[in-house]
C-alpha cells in the first residue's frame, strides 16, 4: 500500500511567526508496531491502538487534573489508513478544555515510516474524562495561549453540545421506518460472545480496567462477527460515539456480544455490548459500541457485501437504528469532518443534520475569528476594516465598541429580522423557521448592485438583479468567563424554499458577529463570497467609507434598544446557558 508523503506534524493551525508553546498537559506516546502487535495482514490491530491511545489521553487528563481521571466517552474516529509492522505510531494527547468535573481531551494519530521518511494522519478522536475525586470540588480552568488551543477550547463546547443531543437525532431518525431486505443472511449466524477475565496487567494504576483494554476486546469480538457475514477478514473504518456506562474492576468477568445489524452495499455495521460480573451477582452494563466494516479487494477496493436478515424484535430494532447510524454518519463525515473550504455551501438542512450544520457554522465563525494575521484596512472613528487573505480566500472584519451591555447586544443583533433598521444591504428579512432556542432560518433580500459598486433597491433597479439567502443563524452565549457572544451565519438549502425567478440566490461562507463581554467589542466577520464580495469592494480599496455609516446606525441601533423588553421570540439569556450547564 503506497502511503501519502507528508512534512513532519505540527498543529494544522499553527501560523508563521506564532510563538512555539508547549502545553502542559500534552502527552506524547510513540511505539514502533511489532509484530505481536499485528493482525493476519501485518497491520497493526486497532484494539491495540485504542488500548494506546486511551492510556495517552489518560496521562494527560491526570496532568491537568492532578487526580485519577477514567473514560466516560470517545467521540467518532474514523481511521484514513492502515499502519504496518515496522512503522512508527506516534499519538499525541492534550486536554483542550476543562469543565465542572469533566475535561475533552485531543488525540491524534500519526504514522511514521522509518525508512521513506514518510508521515501521514491516522486518526484524530476527542475523549471525555471524569475525575475520581473522593472530595468535592471544580476541575481548575485551562487557559488556551496558542491560536490552536483557542479554537479547539472554543471548540469543545460545541462538541459538548453534540454529545448532549445525540440521542435525541437517534429518536428522530427512528420515526423513520426502512422495508427490510429478503432473502438474506440471518443475523443469528454472525452472533459472537465471549468472555474475559480482568486481570492486573488489564488494569491501571487505580485497578479500573483500562477503557482502551475494554474497546480492545470488543474490537476483537466484533470483528469476528463481521467476517462470519461476509467470510472475509474485515477492514475496522470507524467507531461511533460511545459511553462508559460504569467501571469495571481487577476480577471481573466481561462478557462480550456482538453481532452485524446491518449490511449495507459496501459496509456493515456490528453491535457489541461489554457486560460485567463477579462470582453470582447479576450482570453490570459497561459499554456498547458500534463499528463499521469494509471488506476490501487486493485493489483495495470496496467489495459488495451480502444483506443481512435481522432477528424478530430487537434484531428489527437495532437493523432500523444502524440505518439512523449510517445518516448521522454521513452528516458527520460530510460537514463536520471536511475543511471548511471543502465543504459545499448549499449542503441541505433538515432536523436529523441541524445539529452538525450548527457546529459547522459556529466553529467556522469561532476559527475565523482567532485568526491572528488581520491586517488594518482603514479606520474612522473607531470603527475598524481589517482584511484577511488566506488560500485566495478574501475575509474582512469590522470592529467597533458600543456602549451597550455585551449580553444585550447579543440579544438584539441575534434577531435577524431586526437588521433591517440599520443595515442598508438587508432589504428583507422574514423568519422561515425557528428551530429552538439557538438556531434559526432566515431568507434574506438583499439590494442588487448597481454601477461603482453601490447597493440600489429593487425598485430603482438599473441592471443587476436582486439576490437572496437561506441562513442558518447560529447564537452561542459564553460557556464560561471569557469567552464571547457569538451570532454565526452560513448559507442552507431548504427544499421548501428553491431559487425562486427574479432573484439570484446568493450563499453566505462564513459571517456573524462576536461580542466581548469585558469590552464590549462588537466584531463582524464576513468571508467573503462572489455575492456578497461586491456590497464591500468599495470599502476594501478605498473608494467609499460606507462600513463606517453603516456600523454607526448599528450602535446607534444598539442605544436605541438598550433598554428595550426582550422580544417575545427571543428566549432570556437563562434559557440559553441552560443548554451547557
Not at 459488495?304 to 430494532?317: A, C, F, V, W, Y
Not at 443534520?353 to 472613528?381: D, G, I, P
Not at 476594516?385 to 447579543?410: C, G, H, M
Not at 433598554?563 to 446557558?577: A, G, I, V
Request: net charge neutral.
Amino acid at each position: 500500500m503506497k502511503y501519502p508523503k507528508m512534512s513532519r506534524p505540527q498543529d494544522e493551525l499553527a501560523e508563521e511567526g506564532e510563538e512555539v508553546f508547549r502545553n502542559l498537559t500534552e502527552v506524547k506516546k510513540s511505539q514502533i508496531v511489532m509484530p505481536c502487535h499485528a493482525n493476519h495482514r501485518q497491520e497493526l490491530s486497532v484494539g491495540q491502538l485504542l488500548k494506546w491511545m486511551d492510556s495517552t489521553a489518560c496521562l494527560s487528563a491526570e496532568r491537568h487534573a492532578g487526580c485519577p481521571c477514567v473514560t466516560a466517552s470517545v467521540d467518532d474516529i474514523h481511521f484514513e489508513h492502515t499502519i504496518g509492522v515496522g512503522q512508527v505510531v506516534n499519538i499525541k494527547a492534550k486536554v483542550n478544555r476543562a469543565f465542572n468535573t469533566s475535561m475533552e481531551v485531543g488525540i491524534v494519530v500519526n504514522c511514521e515510516d522509518l525508512f521513506s521518511d514518510s508521515h501521514w494522519r491516522v486518526c484524530q478522536a476527542f475523549a471525555t474524562f471524569v475525575t475520581q475525586r473522593t472530595m468535592g470540588g471544580k476541575l481548575r480552568p485551562l487557559v488556551p495561549r496558542t491560536q490552536a488551543e483557542q479554537v479547539e477550547h472554543s471548540l469543545a463546547a460545541e462538541r459538548r453540545r453534540m454529545r448532549l443531543v445525540h440521542a435525541d437525532i437517534m429518536k428522530d431518525l427512528l420515526t423513520n421506518r426502512v422495508q427490510e431486505a429478503e432473502k438474506a443472511v440471518p443475523a443469528e449466524r454472525t452472533q459472537v460472545e465471549s468472555v474475559e477475565l480482568v486481570l492486573p496487567p488489564h488494569a491501571n494504576h487505580q485497578v479500573n480496567t483500562f477503557g482502551g483494554q475494554i474497546m480492545a476486546w470488543m474490537e476483537n469480538v466484533a470483528t469476528i462477527a463481521a467476517s462470519r457475514l461476509c467470510n472475509a477478514h474485515p477492514t475496522l473504518r470507524s467507531i461511533d460515539m460511545f459511553h462508559f456506562r460504569g467501571p469495571s474492576q481487577v476480577g471481573d468477568r466481561l462478557v462480550l456480544k456482538a453481532i452485524v445489524n446491518n449490511a449495507f452495499k459496501n459496509s456493515m455495521e456490528v453491535g457489541v455490548c461489554a457486560e460485567a460480573y463477579q462470582g453470582e451477582e447479576p450482570l453490570r452494563h459497561i459499554n456498547s459500541a458500534f463499528m463499521t466494516f469494509e471488506v476490501c479487494d487486493r485493489d483495495g477496493k470496496p467489495c459488495t457485501l451480502p444483506k443481512i436478515q435481522p432477528e424478530p424484535l430487537e434484531g428489527r430494532r437495532r437493523y432500523q437504528e444502524a440505518i439512523a447510524r449510517k445518516k448521522i454518519r454521513l452528516d458527520r463525515k460530510y460537514i463536520i469532518s471536511c475543511k471548511q473550504t471543502e465543504v459545499p455551501l448549499s449542503v441541505p438542512w433538515d432536523l436529523s443534520n441541524q445539529v452538525y450544520l450548527s457546529y459547522n457554522n459556529v466553529s467556522a465563525l469561532k476559527m475565523l475569528a482567532t485568526r491572528n494575521n488581520w491586517v488594518l484596512n482603514s479606520e474612522k472613528n473607531k470603527v475598524s476594516l481589517y482584511t484577511l487573505e488566506q488560500k485566495q480566500v478574501l475575509s474582512f472584519k469590522i470592529e467597533f465598541e458600543a456602549d451597550v451591555p455585551a449580553e444585550r447586544a447579543f440579544m438584539v443583533l441575534s434577531d435577524l429580522s431586526k437588521r433591517v433598521e440599520w443595515d442598508p444591504n438587508y432589504e428583507r428579512c422574514e423568519l422561515i423557521r425557528r428551530v429552538d432556542d439557538d438556531d434559526f432560518l432566515y431568507r434574506v433580500v438583499t439590494p442588487s448592485i448597481c454601477r461603482g459598486g453601490v447597493s440600489c433597491s429593487s425598485s430603482a433597479n438599473q441592471g443587476g438583479m436582486v439576490q437572496d439567502f437561506i441562513l442558518l443563524a447560529s447564537r452561542r452565549p459564553p460557556c464560561d468567563s471569557g469567552d464571547p457572544y457569538v451570532i454565526a451565519l452560513r448559507s442552507v438549502t431548504l427544499p421548501t424554499h428553491p431559487p425562486t425567478e427574479g432573484y439570484n440566490r446568493g450563499e453566505v461562507l462564513c459571517a456573524g458577529f462576536s461580542i466581548m463581554e469585558v469590552s464590549n467589542t462588537i466584531s463582524y466577520f464576513n468571508q467573503a463570497s462572489p455575492e456578497v464580495l461586491p456590497y464591500i469592494s468599495t470599502d476594501i480599496a478605498g473608494l467609499s467609507s460606507s462600513f463606517y455609516s453603516t456600523f454607526c446606525t448599528c450602535s446607534t441601533f444598539l442605544q436605541d434598544n438598550r433598554d428595550n423588553p426582550t422580544p417575545k421570540d427571543q428566549p432570556p439569556s437563562s434559557t440559553l446557558n441552560s443548554t451547557l450547564l
